[in-house]
T-cell receptor, first 117, second 113 residues
Framework: DAEITQSPRHKITETGRQVTLACHQTWNHNNMFWYRQDLGHGLRLIHYSYGVHDTNKGEVSDGYSVSRSNTEDLPLTLESAASSQTSVYFC????????????????FGPGTRLTVL | ELKVEQNPLFLSMQEGKNYTIYCNYSTTSDRLYWYRQDPGKSLESLFVLLSNGAVKQEGRLMASLDTKARLSTLHITAAVHDLSATYFCAVDRGGGSQGNLIFGKGTKLSVKP
């Protein structure tokens, strides 16, 4: 069955270190998204991609970067981790419904809990 | 700026009762999603509402969309304990930013016997 996976599921790191969170989907979806979830803020979009070599900034992109070299993967990199980036990170993907209908609903991965000490 | 507001943020219900969760958004959008999240778990897609007047039902949940009022509702009929979860609505910015979703803060639903 097609799925979307994230790794690691839990990560503890230190302030200033570079961290990369992996996201892999086998849905063959063109569109992929990264969110962070924090108490009191709900989910907020970090970066998203409509296809290979395409990346776009979301609402809270500062301190994060992504690259899309193939359809299946969208890794999220924290260049220099900060305590404010302690959060639960979700990756999602969606298909393109139609020119008129836009994008289909997003399917979410299991999440990565990141703690920055 | 697109804002999405849900209310209530917390809801404690008795089994068998009916209730409605409201989702208001601040700018034009014709694409709205409802998701469910169980504690410590990922988000599960419930409904996709793509046009004004859209109504979708699944079991004890029914969602509707009024784009003129910029309002979506999630109605719960005869609640059961298994519906306890956090429910999120999300609005698509659309245009050149399709899929750029703005989420509400969620409604934490607790259904008690």
């Amino acid at each position: 069955d097609a799925e979307i996976t994230q790794s690691p599921r839990h990560k503890i790191t230190e302030t200033g270190r570079q961290v990369t969170l992996a996201c892999h989907q086998t849905w063959n979806h063109n569109n992929m998204f990264w969110y962070r979830q924090d108490l009191g803020h709900g989910l907020r979009l970090i970066h998203y991609s409509y296809g290979v070599h395409d990346t776009n900034k979301g609402e809270v992109s500062d301190g994060y970067s992504v690259s899309r070299s193939n359809t299946e993967d969208l890794p999220l990199t924290l260049e220099s981790a900060a305590s404010s980036q302690t959060s639960v990170y979700f990756c999602a993907s969606s298909a393109f419904r139609s020119r008129r209908g836009g994008l289909d609903e997003q399917f979410f991965g299991p999440g990565t809990r990141l703690t920055v000490l | 700026e697109l804002k999405v507001e849900q209310n209530p943020l917390f809801l404690s219900m008795q089994e068998g009762k009916n209730y409605t969760i409201y989702c208001n958004y601040s700018t034009t959008s014709d694409r709205l999603y409802w998701y469910r999240q169980d504690p410590g778990k990922s988000l599960e897609s419930l409904f996709v509402l793509l046009s004004n007047g859209a109504v979708k039902q699944e079991g004890r949940l029914m969602a509707s969309l009024d784009t003129k009022a910029r309002l979506s509702t999630l109605h719960i009929t005869a609640a059961v304990h298994d519906l306890s979860a956090t429910y999120f609505c999300a609005v698509d910015r659309g245009g050149g930013s399709q899929g750029n979703l703005i989420f509400g803060k969620g409604t934490k639903l607790s259904v008690k016997p």
